[in-house]
């Protein structure tokens, strides 16, 4: 994954593979999404409205998206999640499965497995103390989605995936991916304070179907 100065990339590339990661079945509108929810103003508000949770029809079959309320969920909690990919304490890749785990324990109120130890799926040299870090926010993003009306259970999921794909491309951008998608530098009235990239994003919305007449409205 490029970690590049191209913001419009860091963006696409990212959205992309959270959703491979949590939301598999939205690949082909990840980059729709993300780019929308990153604009802000009433872009972002329609598309959490619209989309606010996912659910199972009679057959099933999921009938709602994931990635709105999933970008919404990231956002409102980077910098914890940001803390968290930054810690040094947490050093080694970690599956959705382990973090699951720790997630579940954690609420249970029991000790984490260590790597190895229990039923915990095993992970090499990470030991159970160490997801406490990643499970706290997993947790947060995970009650942040069922604010939205999601499963616990599909939150969990979803939560655990998209945390377990941002740390494992910690190092390839991801702290810079949530400010994007968080906002990052716009200032209380909603605008992007100077020296902020744009010009990426109108690109990338000049690209993505349907955003085209958007991108010419904002550049006027």
């Known amino acids: 994954m490029s970690n590049g100065p191209d913001a419009s990339a860091r963006l696409e590339a990212w959205a992309t ?35 606010p949770s996912v659910t199972a029809g009679s057959g099933g ?5 994931v990635l709105p309320a999933l970008w919404d969920a990231l956002a409102a909690s980077c910098e914890l999640l940001k803390s968290a990919l930054g810690s040094p304490v947490v050093a ?28 915990a799926p095993a992970e090499p040299a990470t030991g159970g103390g160490e997801l406490l870090v990643l499970a706290r926010a997993v947790a947060e993003v995970s009650r942040r989605l069922q604010a939205h009306g999601m499963d616990p259970a599909a939150a969990d999921q979803a939560a655990a995936s998209a945390v377990a794909a941002l740390h494992a491309g910690r190092d390839e951008g991801a702290g810079a991916f949530l400010d994007l998608l968080a ?27 349907g955003l085209r007449r958007s991108a010419r409205a904002r550049g006027r």
């Not at 499965?97 to 229990?118: I, K, M, Q, S, Y």
């Not at 909603?190 to 990426?200: D, M």
């Open 61 to 65: 079959e999921l009938v709602t998206t």
């Open 92 to 119: 080694n890749g970690v599956s959705t499965a382990t973090l699951l785990l720790a997630v579940h324990r954690r609420r249970d109120g029991a000790p984490p497995a260590e790597g190895t130890g229990g039923s």
């Open 183 to 209: 906002g990052e530098g716009r200032d209380a009235s909603g605008e992007r304070s100077a020296g902020t990239p744009r010009t990426g994003l109108r690109r990338l919305a000049a690209r993505v179907p």
């Open 17 to 51: 593979a959270i959703a491979s990661a949590s939301a598999p079945h939205e690949t082909d509108f990840a980059v729709h999404t993300a780019l929308t929810y990153a604009r802000g103003g009433r872009g972002r508000r329609a598309l959490v409205r619209r989309a």
